[in-house]
Antibody, heavy 118, light 110 residues
Framework: EVQLVQSGGGLVQPGGSLRLSCEVSGFPFSDYWMHWVRQVPGQGLEWVSNINQDATSIDYVDSVKGRFIISRDNTRNMVFLQMYSLRVEDTAVYYC???????????WGPGALVTVSS | IVVTQSPLSLAVTPGEPASISCNSSQSLLHRNGYTYLDWYLQKPGQSPQLLIYFVSNRASGVPDRFSGSGSVTDFTLQISRVEPEDVGVYYCMQAVRSPGFGPGTKLEIK
């Protein structure tokens, strides 16, 4: 059974930092790109960042460049999103996801709510 | 790449068909021959679930009342007979470059 277990969400003040984690089981983690996607409550989906299998290719949406860092640990089957200089507009549910459709499936975590508020 | 969808909402009687359009500002045809356009359904309170990948391939377990078509920049998701469990927001997503989602289409039951 495939599982993506997310942790690290919570309430943080503007300008603060937070680290999201996503632990994967049930598929060969090191074979796949991994992504973070966010959703402001009541709004649409926004892709945030991705990282390839060996972390040599990384990309971010423009709005988080220079503030967020994606990383992965293939020994622990985990992907991370370190978020710095958080803004009110970063408030959202953050999903980790394997978006590649090998075998006709892809996988999303349950989401972690990040609230940036004073 | 800008992805648009229409309509942004629709209300359908059970058993009737539904159609959602998705348009991309650039070609989604990759040099490898694949067209990187997927469709997702996000049911209330849930994570998005894959419905269709590479334009017209149904994901595992997706009923055959769902179908996808299109090419290059213009794509369509069709539901042949809407059922009550199809309620939610439908998103198209391009992945020819870093992924981008359409704004979503909210489907409700009449």
């Amino acid at each position: 059974e495939v599982q993506l277990v997310q942790s690290g969400g919570g309430l943080v003040q503007p300008g603060g930092s937070l680290r999201l984690s996503c632990e994967v089981s049930g598929f060969p983690f090191s074979d796949y790109w991994m992504h973070w996607v966010r959703q402001v409550p009541g709004q649409g989906l926004e892709w945030v960042s991705n990282i390839n299998q060996d972390a040599t290719s990384i990309d971010y949406v423009d709005s988080v460049k220079g503030r967020f860092i994606i990383s992965r640990d293939n020994t622990r089957n985990m992907v991370f999103l370190q978020m710095y200089s958080l803004r009110v507009e970063d408030t959202a549910v953050y999903y980790c996801a394997r978006l590649s459709t090998a075998g006709g499936v892809n996988y999303w975590g349950p989401g972690a709510l990040v609230t940036v508020s004073s | 790449i800008v992805v648009t969808q229409s309509p942004l909402s629709l209300a359908v009687t059970p058993g009737e068909p539904a159609s959602i359009s998705c348009n991309s500002s650039q070609s989604l045809l990759h040099r490898n021959g694949y067209t990187y356009l997927d469709w997702y359904l996000q049911k209330p309170g849930q994570s998005p679930q894959l419905l269709i990948y590479f334009v017209s391939n149904r994901a595992s377990g997706v009923p055959d009342r769902f179908s996808g078509s299109g090419s290059v920049t213009d794509f369509t998701l069709q539901i042949s007979r809407v059922e009550p469990e199809d309620v939610g927001v439908y998103y198209c997503m391009q992945a020819v470059r870093s992924p981008g989602f359409g704004p979503g289409t909210k489907l409700e039951i009449k």
